[in-house]
């Protein structure tokens, strides 16, 4: 019962501190570098602890195998917690046939900051929309372009930093 407490404790305590690391690593690349080096902490404390245990028990396959798989197994609970607190900023660049002050003023009107250009494509003329919003807002903008053109070219990046310009906040 001893050895299974073990690789349970093992397993959960490295995919904690996979979790905060992959959440830390996030945090470093937005330039979030206080809640960085907070997170990494946590991060080595947990890591500490579960690495003893294996290091004690290097002989013994299934504590290895356990810690293997709390790592895998952080990976993967880090990028859903990661998604779940949407912080930072994308950038949405929309390219429609259709005349796009009507999307434009329907976007501004749900709090989104909007640039619109023309521009040239292979096959004619085009409006392009550039959109900077809240990460968690995805779901709520791309409902609004595709329901205003499906056939819609759309790319969304990552923004680490905003300066200046008109950026709207949900309120």
Same mark, same amino acid.
């Given at each position: 019962m001893e050895s299974?407490?073990?690789?349970? =404790?093992? &397993?959960? @305590?490295?995919? @904690?501190? /996979?979790?905060?690391?992959?959440?830390?690593?996030?945090?470093? /690349?937005r330039g979030r570098k206080f809640m960085a080096a907070a997170i990494g902490f946590g991060e080595v404390l947990i890591y500490v602890v579960a690495l003893k245990f294996v290091l004690e028990t290097l002989d013994d396959i299934p504590s290895l195998i356990f810690y293997a798989l709390g790592f895998a197994a952080g990976n993967a609970a880090g990028?859903?917690?990661e998604e779940r607190l949407a912080l930072g900023y994308f950038a949405m660049q929309v390219i429609t046939a259709?005349? =796009?002050?009507?999307?434009?003023?329907?976007l501004r009107r749900q709090g989104f900051g909007v640039t619109v250009f023309a521009c040239q494509g292979h096959e004619g003329?085009?409006?392009q929309l550039n959109v900077v919003f809240e990460r968690k807002r995805l779901d709520e903008l791309e409902d609004?372009?595709?329901?205003?053109?499906?056939? =819609? &070219?759309?790319?969304?990046?990552?923004?680490?930093a905003i300066r200046g310009g008109h950026f709207y906040r949900n309120k």
């Open positions: 299974v407490l073990g690789y349970a =404790a093992v &397993f959960l @305590a490295r995919v @904690a501190d /996979m979790t905060l690391a992959t959440v830390r690593t996030l945090m470093v /690349m990028l859903w917690v259709r005349e =796009a002050s009507g999307l434009a003023a329907q003329c085009y409006d609004a372009v595709y329901g205003w053109d499906p056939k =819609a &070219f759309v790319t969304v990046t990552d923004t680490r």
